[in-house]
């Protein structure tokens, strides 16, 4: 990926308690969101979400936490 391209789609962290909190979801081919926004300094919860079938209407996700 270009560093100066726009990203296919981005997400920027919630802060709950004091701790940033994003989700990114792994397929065969690709994560998504493919670009995070974090502060500098504050704590990150990051949630991997695992797909089994690359369908998106059929994806199931198993939540892990590392």
């Known amino acids: 990926m270009n560093a100066f391209a ?13 701790v940033q909190i994003v989700k990114t979801i792994v397929t065969a081919n690709r994560y998504l969101p493919d ?5 500098k300094g504050v704590p990150v ?3 991997i ?3 089994k079938i690359l369908k998106p209407s ?7 936490e590392f």
């Open 6 to 18: 726009a990203p296919k789609s981005g997400s920027v962290a919630t802060i709950e308690n004091g």
């Open 35 to 39: 670009t995070i926004v974090l502060q």
């Open 45 to 47: 919860r990051w949630i």
């Open 49 to 51: 979400l695992v797909t």
């Open 58 to 64: 059929m994806m199931k996700a198993q939540e892990k």
